[in-house]
């Protein structure tokens, strides 16, 4: 089985190999794979977060083009 992942913290999840999930990729079950969809940001700056919408609403909103460009790209 393989299961991509978008993260815009990819390293994280070599943690996983400490698990039963790194167990499943020793014996060559799982291929678990995080991609950076930051690579994919279009600004100088490589920001993937969004202007909050509707009001005074806490919380962190991303913008779905680098998403969209990652999942394209492979």
Same mark, same amino acid.
């Given at each position: 089985?393989?299961? !991509?992942?978008?993260?815009?913290?990819? =390293?994280?999840? /070599?943690?996983?190999?400490?698990?039963?999930? *790194?167990? %499943? =990729? %020793? %014996?060559?079950?799982?291929?678990? /794979? *995080?991609?950076?969809?930051?690579?994919?940001?279009?600004?100088?700056?490589?920001?993937?977060? !969004?202007?909050?919408?509707? *009001?005074?609403?806490?919380?962190?909103?991303?913008?779905?083009?680098? *998403?969209? !460009?990652?999942?394209?790209?492979?």
């Amino acid at each position: 089985m393989k299961i !991509d992942v978008l993260t815009i913290f990819p =390293k994280m999840l /070599e943690t996983m190999d400490l698990s039963i999930v *790194g167990k %499943a =990729k %020793a %014996a060559g079950k799982l291929v678990l /794979e *995080g991609h950076d969809f930051r690579e994919f940001a279009k600004n100088k700056q490589r920001h993937v977060d !969004d202007y909050p919408y509707g *009001g005074n609403t806490a919380g962190v909103r991303l913008t779905p083009r680098p *998403g969209v !460009d990652c999942v394209e790209s492979r």
